[in-house]
């Protein structure tokens, strides 16, 4: 009996705004048969720090947050939080 565990990036996507969204999926494995599969979504926004960020997404990251991307966003959040009155 031998027992894997495994874990990828399987989907990124990258919104109009820079936001870049990522699924990692774990898979157990036992002799070849999947027991199980569990997934985790997380988000990044432009401009953020990408330590310990999966190295496929860093290159995705790097290629959408061009300086205009993360001007254009902290501008728009800028905006938002000034409507808000924050």
Known sequence: MSLTKTTAVD??????NGIVFYRETTRIIEDGNELSQTYHRNSLTPGQDLTGIPANVV???N???TAEVIAAYQAQVAAQAESIGA
Not at 11 to 16: D, S
Request: glycine share 0%.
């Open 11 to 16: 989907q990124i996507t990258v919104t109009e």
């Open 63 to 65: 290629v959408a947050w």
């Open 59 to 61: 290159a995705h990251c």
